[in-house]
């Protein structure tokens, strides 16, 4: 299976995915953070999963799955901790773009996050989901260690 971690950081869970089998991997992330993902990815493999610089939006989505996936919509996009807006912005909306544009009627998204909003302060965690809604996802809950939150998206009437 092909497995996208967008936001990876350090890309733990993308390495996760590597391990237990996946068959092709790829951590992303913004510039300023491709050295260090591919430092630590060099790290704990022989053959590292692939590294890719993607600011998230569609024509790169589409760029992304052209360039790994011959196309094809990728089968687990992970996301973790990418939606706060007060350290964030709003990017989240490039990330709905982006999450859209790589998923097919089977992909699975599986997206962590923290609900941190206070009264003077939207976390941007709702608009979030609205905007996987209005993109024609559902969404389970996983099992997940709180304030955590782990949620499986699937497209609305995706049969797999």
């Known amino acids: 299976r092909s497995v996208v971690e967008l936001g990876a950081g350090l890309g733990v869970p993308g390495m996760v995915a590597a391990r237990l089998g996946a068959s092709r991997v790829a951590l992303t992330e913004q510039p300023s953070l491709v050295e260090l993902l591919e430092r630590n990815a ?40 990418c939606v706060y807006e007060p350290l964030y912005g709003t990017c989240w909306i490039e990330l709905l773009e982006a ?16 609900r941190r909003a206070t009264p003077n302060c939207d976390d941007g965690v709702e608009s979030f989901l609205a905007g996987m809604r209005a993109n024609g996802f559902a969404s389970s ?12 998206f699937t497209r609305r009437g995706a049969n797999g």
């Open 42 to 81: 060099a790290a704990n493999f022989d053959k590292p999963p692939a590294v890719v610089e993607f600011s998230w939006s569609r024509a790169g989505a589409d760029a992304l799955k052209r360039d790994f996936n011959d196309g094809a919509p990728i089968d687990v996009v992970i996301c973790c901790d």
């Open 99 to 114: 999450l859209d544009a790589l998923s097919g009627p089977a992909t699975d998204v599986l997206v962590s996050l923290e």
């Open 141 to 152: 809950a996983l099992p997940a260690a709180l304030p955590v939150e782990v949620l499986h």
